[in-house]
């Protein structure tokens, strides 16, 4: 019995490390900001998959033709017609220059869709007091972990936009962090898994406009207290949720940061918010 307890620890430990890194906006949109991101993403050694949304650019296409867009607590209500700007540009526009700039910088990125290869498969959302129209929720099922393995194994490195697929020829919006989650606990039974989110804060503040109030680890113990005092609240609670159901589910770490500080990483520092389990 102690020898196969050694046998599955040795395995355990053999796992090869992997950063799933999600950027936003704040990154998207700012040529410099992106330029300086990809440097340091292509930096980092090892296996890395990123993860990226829209920014401004759907909603500023959706106003030149005359498509309002229209946002609930901070979602997109995605009709037919905004799924085709949306695909057009988070799989086309913005997921290609992202690539490019990574050739550029000398990372073999891949750029996909999860209908790309299957890797991730969605169900439309169900209609209840909100109809959020052709937004993909994700299951325990939806990433195929054993070929984007694949996939990296043979020398590429995946960017994932936020558009997936239902598997019968539907294009569905997704919520690019949930991706990001989902990408990093199917992962985690392959690999160390480290999942980071980058955004236009240093971390979890204590004090929204204050940036030296970084609160510099959270446990969920922690967490329940901190979203009792209203200190963490809207927008950043499906981050979080998404970040401890991750943990809980057998991710590595997961940090919430500046995009700008991905590069302490290399230099074996540390930054932005850890979120761990003591459980």
Partial sequence: MDKINNDRQDIIEDKSDLYIIKIGGNVIDNSENLHNFLKDFTALKGYKILVHGGGKVATQLSETLGIEAKMVDGRRITDIETLRIVTMVYGGLINKNIVAQLQQFGTNAIGLTGADGNF????????????????????????????????????????????????????????????????????????????????EKQGVLKDI????????????????????????????????????????CGVKAVIIGHAEKLGHLTENKTFGTRLINNA
């Fill in 120 to 199: 991730i498969r969605t169900k439309k959302r169900p209609v209840t007091t909100i109809d959020y129209g052709f937004v993909g929720d994700m299951d325990e099922r939806s990433i195929d972990a054993a070929n984007i393995k694949r996939l990296m194994d043979a020398g590429f490195t995946p960017a994932f936009c936020a558009i997936t697929h239902n598997g019968e020829g539907q294009l569905l919006n997704t919520n690019a962090d949930t991706i990001a989650s989902a990408l990093a606990v199917a992962l985690s039974k392959l690999y160390n898994t480290t999942l980071i989110y980058c955004f």
């Fill in 209 to 248: 406009n204050d940036e030296s109030s970084l609160i510099e680890e959270i446990d969920p113990k922690r967490y329940e207290e901190l979203k009792e005092q209203q200190i963490i609240h809207s927008g950043m609670l499906p981050k979080l949720d998404n970040a401890f159901t991750a943990i809980a």
